[in-house]
Structures are given as structure tokens and as C-alpha cells.
């Protein structure tokens, strides 16, 4: 939700803090702030509402009055109080000797505010966190272990609820800085004689590749040649090294204007990254797959849980998982799945899609599933975060950071990642022959040129968006996995244009939301492929004429050498023809890039929607 990042080493600490909320920013941009340690027993502090270059305009000139060699920043997704100078993170307690920023939220600040308040400490901010600076000033100032910020840090810890990630600074220890976690990521870089703490790796990738992904309820200690990890709580402390194995390049725009543009063009490599090593000679085989063949077998029944886009991945995935193992495939927002009561037991098998592995909802999903007894397959892009970590197994989708806001290639990857499972469950099952499953992957495998060869008729579909940026509505209609598409570009074209845009069923247009068309207005129809789906294809037609009798301008996206399809279409966008259940895969490209063009001929910011973070960890 927010980025923090922390520095202590012997280069000076502005520009490393700057740089890493600048990779960071993705997280949150409601306002940036940093904190640096000069080393002298000062504590400097400057934040400014708004996105961080509103931080560095008004850093300008007066940077030199921010020299030291540690530092913490933070940019912000407003939780508690409005994106304001005064809400931006660091915060300070006590003297002002200590600062502290914060991922998350303390479910019981209010309370904790109430008692520092008849204590007599004047808050003077909104948040949350200020309740976390003053509590740590106390205790450092005279609590029972006075003057030792790591402990002082743990008995703090102990007395917060809720989601954070805190990273604090004292002025009185200028090289130590000490973090903590709980519900929230936190990783170490591991540098030469310098350490940094950070939401992801993003923000240090650029000086060290070697990482500490921080475990439940734990607290690090970072000076510039160690990082100690302890427990704040009962628990043994279960941290874990690793090595990143991208590099900078892949966390820069890449000669692209912006993240988005760049990471839709990668998504033939995310698919392909995505298959790599999951097939044998004999069979799909799925990496840290701690459910052997045997629980698979045992399956009876899949729930898919996941948020947004990942969810409209999830519907994808219902159509070819029971497709393939003739298994009831249910497909949930995770943020309702645990308050409705769902009939889970041992042989249920729920897979938890989400791109961060942080989202709160898919998260809490996946504890109360795991509390039912059912088993947990996470897919999910960033290495060991919370939850595969909470779940019995994990597929990796390998699509690489993704900085945009809103998701592209972790779409293609998590509908390749689920077509995978499919085919493990099938195999597994026994309802796919090892021949019929080595087929299926075989054309999977043929996915990312069918991805490549759709990026490069975009061209037409970009000119076609500036038109339709003044329209008031864009409907989206898709039949079987096509619906998922419209779902997915009416998702797309919400967050980025902020346009009224629906994604329909077509089938149920009639039942309803036929009354909404009007004259010249934009409707966006995924055809089903006329030669393995002739039956949908037909009904699909019928379909578009219905809405083009009420004047509906029909923006028709089929497979090459439809030829039935032209007439219909006001406009008419082709793809590569691919096998239908993997349609998706090159149907959800023009929608990007409608949902993208308009966004930039509207003048928004597409990296940076309004209101979004790119992950959500609150509920
Ligand atoms: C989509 O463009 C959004 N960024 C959003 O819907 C996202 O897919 C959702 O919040 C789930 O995130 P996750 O995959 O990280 O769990």
C-alpha cells in the first residue's frame, strides 16, 4: 500500500532514499517524505503531499541541508488522514529525535491515540502512525529498556494490531536504523558495508541483488555491515536469503514513456518465462509444489479466490479447469469469500491468485481456507511474499516487476500460470491422457509468438482509442472465456480513463442492460472463434445485430479470416486465430491498449491512477 525505504551505509542517504521511493512509487503517491540521520545527533525531515517530484521540487536547492549517511523514506496511500503536508510520512515522536514510516494499518490506534492523549501528548497529525513515533520516543526515553531502540522497537511491536511494516530512526544511534514487520513485506539488501531495508527489492535492486525476506511478527537491525533479525513475538524467527534474479533494467522504463506501454510489451516473455520448466517430457510439472499427486487426485472440488484482475484471471481458469478434470471450479472475490460461509474440506483445493502476494483480501482468503482444512495453491509474482508463504503450495508466475498500477502482464501470466494447474489436476485425475495433456502444452508453448504477433497490429486499435476518449460510456461484451476479457477491458478502461465502461455476459444483455445503448455508443465485442465455438460464434453475431439495430457502434475483435464478422463490425480488430480456451491471452491486448490510448489522450497519468495503489493490503 505504501513504499518505505531505509538506508544506512557510507554514501550519503538522500539521493539512495529518493531513488528507491522513486522505484517504490508504484505503492502509493499520495505524498513522500524522508527522514535523514546527519550523523550528529540531528534528525532532518522534509515531505511534501502529493507525488514524490513534489517532494524533489521542494527538496530543490536545500538538499544539502538533508546530508547523512542513513536515512528512512516513505511515499503514501492515504489510510487514516487526507493526503496532506502534515499526514506525510515520517513521523515524529517525543523531542523529535525519533522518526518513523509505516506500511499498513494499526487496527487499534484509536485507542493507543486516547491513552497518549490524556497522557498529554499533543498528536499533530491524522494518522495512525505518529501513534507508533510517540510510543517508541516513551520508551526509548524512559520505558524498562530505555535507550535500546531494537527493544524499545519489540515492546512497541507487541502492543500494535493490524497490518505494518515500520522502519524507525534515532538520532541518538545515526548509523542503526530498526524495522519491523507483521501482515506486511519487508526485505533487507545485503550491500557492501551499507544495508537497506525496503517494501520490495525494487528499491535497492540497483546496488545489491542479495536479499532478506523478513518472516511473521519479526524485527531487523541494520547498521552498514550487519542486519540482525530477531522476533518480536513468540515465534522463532524464519527469515530467508535469497538472490534477485532480474537486474535494474528490468525495473526502468526501458525507452518506453511509461511502465505500462513497457510491460505490455513484455508480455510474450511473461508468458514464456511463465511455461518455462513446467513440462518434463511426460508431464506438467509445477515448481514448490508441495501437494503431491495424490492430494491432487483427491481433489473434488476448486475454488478460485483472488482480487480485480486476478479474479477476472480466475474466471478464465474456471472455464479450463473444468474443461480439462470435469471438476466444479468456483470462482470468488476474496473479499467475500470468507464471510458467506463457503463448504470447504480437505479435498477442496483453493488456489489464491495475486500478483503482489500481499493483497489483504486474498490474504485473509487464504488463512480462513487454510483454517477450514483445505489445501492452498497461491500463484503469484513476487517471491516469497505472504501469501505463498501461507499457502501449502505455489506456482510462480515469472512475468517480472510490474510497476504500472494496472496489471497487464501479470494478467497473461496468471491465465497461463492457471492453465497450468488445470493441466496438473487433469494429469493428476486421469480425465487428460499424458498425450492430450502434452499436446495442450505444446500449444501453450506456441502462446507467446501468437502474443508477440498481436502486439504488432496495435497500431489501427491506438488511432481507434483517441476517437472514443470524448465518449461518454464503452460497454464490453464477450461470451464463455470471453467474458472474462470484457470484464477485464471495462477493469482496464475504469482505472486508467476513469470512463463509465461495463463488461458483459452478451448472452445477458437482453435481460437488462440492452436499455443502455444508445446511439454511437462504443461497444467493444470479443467474438468466439467461428470454427471451434461455431455455436457461441453464431449466437455472438445475433448478438451484435441487436445492439447495432439500436445504433451501437460495434468494435469487433475476432479471430483472422472471420469473414462473417465484417459486415457487423463499425470497426473491426483481428487476432492471430488460437486454440479458443487460450483466447484470452491475445483478446486481452486491444483492450490494454484501448483502455491506455484513452487514458493518455485524456492527459492522465497511466502509471499512476487516481486513488490506486498498486497493491491493496487493507481489507
Ligand atoms: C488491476 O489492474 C489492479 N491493479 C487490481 O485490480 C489488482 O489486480 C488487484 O488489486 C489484485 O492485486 P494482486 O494481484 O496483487 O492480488
Not at 470471453?482 to 477485464?488: D, F, K, N, Q, R
Request: net charge neutral; charged share 20%; proline share 5%.
Amino acid at each position: 500500500m505504501c513504499g518505505i525505504v531505509g538506508y544506512t551505509g557510507s554514501r550519503q542517504a538522500l539521493p539512495l532514499v529518493l531513488e528507491g521511493l522513486r522505484r517504490l512509487e508504484y505503492r502509493g503517491y499520495d505524498s513522500a517524505g524522508i527522514a535523514v540521520l546527519d550523523g550528529a545527533g540531528g534528525l532532518k525531515i522534509a515531505k511534501k503531499a502529493g507525488v514524490l517530484a513534489n517532494l524533489d521540487g521542494h527538496l530543490g536547492s536545500g538538499s544539502l541541508a538533508l546530508a547523512g549517511r542513513a536515512g528512512i523514506g516513505h511515499t503514501r496511500w492515504a489510510t487514516h488522514g487526507g493526503p496532506t503536508d502534515r499526514n506525510a510520512h515520517p513521523h515524529t515522536g517525543g523531542s523529535g529525535k525519533v522518526a518513523v514510516v509505516h506500511n499498513g494499518i494499526i487496527e487499534n490506534f484509536a485507542a493507543l491515540r486516547a491513552d497518549l492523549e490524556s497522557a498529554g501528548t499533543r498528536m499533530r497529525s491524522d494518522t495512525d502512525t505518529e501513534v507508533v513515533a510517540h510510543l517508541l520516543a516513551a520508551a526509548y526515553r524512559d520505558g524498562p529498556t530505555a535507550g535500546d531502540l531494537p527493544a524499545c522497537m519489540a515492546a512497541v511491536c507487541r502492543k500494535l494490531e493490524g497490518a505494518f511494516t515500520l522502519v524507525a530512526a534515532h538520532a541518538d544511534v545515526p548509523s542503526v536504523l530498526v524495522a519491523a514487520r507483521r501482515n506486511s513485506p519487508l526485505v533487507v539488501g545485503v550491500g557492501e558495508g551499507e544495508m537497506f531495508v525496503a517494501s520490495d527489492v525494487s528499491a535497492f535492486i540497483a546496488h545489491t541483488r542479495d536479499a532478506i525476506e523478513l518472516g511473521q511478527d519479526q524485527l531487523v537491525v541494520i547498521t552498514p555491515d550487519s542486519a540482525e533479525i530477531t522476533s518480536f513475538a513468540a515465534a522463532e524467527p524464519d527469515f530467508k536469503r535469497f538472490r534477485v534474479d532480474w537486474d535494474v533494467a528490468a525495473a526502468e522504463k526501458g525507452g518506453f514513456s511509461t511502465f505500462m506501454e513497457k510491460e505490455i510489451f513484455e508480455q510474450p516473455v511473461a508468458v514464456e518465462r511463465t511455461l518455462l520448466g513446467h513440462f518434463d517430457g511426460s508431464g506438467v510439472v509445477l515448481d514448490e509444489q508441495r501437494l503431491g499427486v495424490r492430494e491432487l487426485r483427491t481433489v473434488d472440488k476448486v475454488y478460485v479466490v483472488a482480487c480485480g484482475t486476478a479474479y477476472h484471471s480466475g474466471l478464465v481458469a474456471k472455464y479450463a479447469i473444468e474443461h480439462w478434470t470435469r471438476l466444479p471450479v468456483e470462482v470468488e472475490l476474496a473479499s467475500e469469500f470468507r464471510y458467506r460461509d463457503p463448504v470447504l474440506g480437505r479435498d477442496t483445493l483453493v488456489v489464491a491468485i495475486s500478483q503482489s502476494g500481499e493483497t489483504a483480501d486474498t490474504l485473509e482468503a487464504v488463512r480462513y481456507a487454510r483454517r477450514q482444512r483445505a489445501r492452498v495453491l497461491a500463484v503469484c509474482n513476487t517471491n516469497g511474499s505472504q501469501i505463498p508463504r501461507e499457502s501449502d503450495a505455489v506456482l510462480y508466475t515469472r512475468a517480472g516487476p510490474e510497476v504500472g498500477v494496472a496489471a497487464t502482464k501479470t494478467f497473461l501470466a496468471q491465465v497461463t500460470a492457471n492453465y497450468l494447474v488445470g493441466l496438473a489436476l487433469a494429469q493428476a485425475r486421469g480425465t487428460k491422457s499424458r498425450g492430450e495433456v502434452a499436446w495442450e502444452y505444446a500449444a501453450l508453448s506456441r502462446m507467446p509468438e501468437a502474443v508477440a504477433a498481436t502486439l504488432t497490429v496495435m497500431g489501427p486499435v491506438r488511432d481507434l482509442a483517441r476517437e472514443l476518449a470524448h465518449s461518454p460510456a464503452v460497454l464490453f461484451l464477450g461470451r464463455h472465456v470471453g467474458y472474462p476479457v470484457a470484464l477485464e477491458g471495462a477493469l482496464k478502461l475504469k482505472e486508467l480513463a476513469y470512463m463509465h465502461a461495463e463488461g458483459f455476459a452478451a448472452g445477458e444483455l437482453k435481460h437488462g442492460p440492452i436499455a443502455l445503448i444508445e446511439n454511437g455508443l462504443p461497444v467493444v465485442v470479443t467474438m468466439p472463434s467461428p470454427k471451434s465455438r461455431p455455436i457461441l460464434h453464431s449466437k455472438m453475431l445475433s448478438n451484435i445485430r441487436e445492439i447495432q439495430a439500436r445504433g451501437a457502434r460495434t468494435i469487433v475483435v475476432a479471430e483472422e479470416f472471420d469473414d462473417t464478422v465484417a459486415p457487423f463490425a463499425d470497426y473491426l480488430i483481428e487476432l492471430p486465430r488460437v486454440p479458443a480456451l487460450f483466447q484470452p491471452l491475445v483478446a486481452a491486448i486491444p483492450m490494454q491498449i484501448i483502455a491506455a490510448e484513452i487514458a493518455r489522450s485524456r492527459g492522465y497519468d497511466i502509471d499512476k491512477p487516481r486513488n490506486l495503489a498498486k497493491s491493496v493490503t487493507v481489507e
